[in-house]
């Protein structure tokens, strides 16, 4: 069964840092770790950051400058480091797959939870 594990999460004070992991159980030929995604209380899952197919970033205008994603495809694995933290991006970070076995299908993390206090 294919699995993403999300870790890193936490409390943090507004400026400070922390770094999301992302490590699925497939190859990355199999498993292709693909972006992050947020959802705070009371609203949709919004992208955060994630890497087009030549592995280029993109980000949400209210991250840029401030969050950086990468991955690093021999460990199955993938990053979001976080500086600069704002109250607002308090959320549950979800990481994104696709699996790629007999067609492309959407598998996702069970999500960290980052609070960003005041």
């Known amino acids: 069964q294919v699995q993403l594990v999300e870790s890193g999460g936490g409390l943090v004070q507004a400026g400070g840092s922390l770094q999301l992991s992302c490590v699925g159980s497939?190859?990355?030929?199999?498993?292709?770790?693909i972006g992050w995604y947020r959802q705070a209380p009371g609203s949709q899952r919004e992208l955060v950051a994630n890497?087009?197919?030549?592995?280029?970033?993109n980000y949400a205008d209210s991250v840029k400058g401030r969050f950086t994603i990468s991955r690093d495809s021999a460990k199955n694995t993938m990053y979001l480091q976080m500086d600069n933290l704002k109250p607002e991006d308090t959320a549950v970070y979800y990481c994104?797959?696709?699996?790629?076995?007999?067609?492309?299908?959407?598998?996702w993390g069970q999500g960290t939870q980052v609070t960003v206090s005041s």
């Open positions: 994104k797959a696709e699996l790629r076995w007999f067609g492309r299908h959407e598998r």
């Open positions: 497939e190859n990355h030929s199999r498993l292709r770790l």
């Open positions: 890497l087009d197919s030549d592995g280029a970033p």
